[in-house]
């Protein structure tokens, strides 16, 4: 009998996700853990895999919004049977009614387009996602990235009436137009949780590290293994991770019952991807050497930039770190990560004249400005934590 391929659950909370496209045509060979198709949910876009290997038999959804538990595909033995499911494609997937019953004018044939492999167009998911919201064929673009590969660069210029070959410059959009952007489960999602971070009663507080010596640490780091690229953001995780489970009222969260004291220090990392803001999660930091964090972080930052982050990369985090010093940021404010009780935002370091032993003398300064849920943290050991944060900077001895 044939196997049903159903909608899983990928998250907490989730009760329906948007098939993007599907990996397999109907008829391929399937193996048990082989990706089936890409689901859009309001945290990520990831490949489901297959839980049975066989023959795709049937899609039952090709494309759309589809809820928890409904049969998506039939997995089985070629030439089996597979019972009649009614496909009920999200609303955005229906086609208009026709006005009128005209009669069609034939379409012009064209030759395939460069970026095909197997019938299967080649584009990267950003391009792909953009040609989905927009109502493009992907097939009728041709694209300018590697071996002809369509990149969001190309569906922009298909949209605003331009070629698409990297020939010709791409046509800027006409002055006064204004252009529609649909919002996508992830935008959704985001929107949803700043509007609740917004309302809870917050406070800040900031101080500036000396980052001479952290600099260093990362410098010899570097040179040591310089198959793991150590960064600061790397160092930061790790000494967020040592503060927050010696100061647990800061690695906490407010609930209407209770205040959650975390026992692991789970460092959120905020990235920006091309689907959106996300914040993959480095488990345990305060475990981990600052090489292994370097390894954890580099894959998922990677995979974060390459819509590849799965549901789980994204799950338990206690604390946030949000780094804008490699854009000159100077200093800002974070908003917080519910149901996080904290987040610390990191500027750029830059040298700056600063008092040392009587003497004026120029180091090179780091900013930072931390945000606390009032309700889950009181200002002094708000402040002790960030103190820390400070020391642990100028001596990372201290925390390593």
């Not at 990928?10 to 060979?29: P, Y």
């Not at 095909?116 to 009728?140: C, F, H, M, Q, Y």
């Not at 952007?181 to 809870?200: F, V, Y």
Request: net charge negative.
């Amino acid at each position: 009998m044939a196997t049903e391929v159903i909608l899983p659950r990928l998250g907490q909370g989730m009760e329906s996700g948007t098939i993007v496209r599907w990996l397999k045509s109907e008829g391929e060979a399937v193996e048990k853990g082989e990706p089936l198709f890409e689901l859009d949910t309001d945290k990520v876009t990831q490949e489901v895999e297959a839980e049975a290997s066989g023959v795709l038999l049937k899609i039952a959804v090709t494309a759309g919004e589809v809820p928890v538990g409904q049969t998506v595909a039939f997995i089985g033995k070629e030439g089996e049977d597979v019972p009649d499911v009614a496909s009920e494609p999200a609303p955005a997937e229906k086609a208009p009614e026709p006005e009128a019953a005209a009669e069609p004018e034939p379409a012009p044939v064209e030759e395939p387009a460069a970026n095909t492999t197997n019938g299967r167009v080649k584009a990267s998911p950003l391009a792909r996602r953009l040609a989905r919201e927009r109502g493009i064929d992907l097939g009728s673009i041709r694209g300018t990235g590697p071996e002809g590969r369509i990149v969001a660069e190309d569906v922009e210029r298909a949209e605003a009436g331009g070629p698409s070959t990297a020939s010709v410059p791409s046509r800027p959009v006409p002055t006064g137009e204004v252009q529609r952007i649909p919002l996508t489960n992830i935008r959704k999602t985001i929107a949803r949780r700043l509007t609740e971070a917004w309302q809870i009663p917050v406070f800040q507080l900031q101080t500036s590290a000396d980052m001479t010596r952290a600099n260093l640490v990362v410098a010899k780091l570097r040179e040591r293994d310089p198959d793991v690229r150590v960064t600061v953001t790397d160092l930061l995780t790790k000494i967020c991770a040592q503060a927050l489970i010696r100061h647990r009222e800061v690695n906490a969260e407010f609930t209407e019952e209770a205040i959650l004291l975390h026992p692991s220090a789970n460092v959120g990392i905020a990235v920006a991807a091309p689907q959106g803001l996300v914040v993959p999660v480095v488990l345990s930091a305060e475990r981990l050497s600052l090489t292994e964090i370097a390894a954890v972080r580099g894959d998922l930052v990677g995979r974060a930039r390459d819509n590849k982050l799965r549901t789980e990369d994204l799950e338990g985090g206690t604390f946030t770190i949000s780094n804008l010093g490699m854009y000159a940021v100077e200093s800002f404010t974070a908003v917080l990560n519910p149901p996080q009780a904290a987040i610390v935002a990191v500027g750029a370091s830059e040298d700056r004249v600063v008092p040392v032993d009587g003497e004026l003398v120029v180091r090179p300064m780091l900013t930072l400005t931390a945000t606390f849920d009032h309700r889950a943290v009181d200002g002094a050991p708000a402040a002790a934590f960030l103190q820390t944060l400070k020391e642990n900077l100028e001596l990372p001895g201290l925390a390593l």
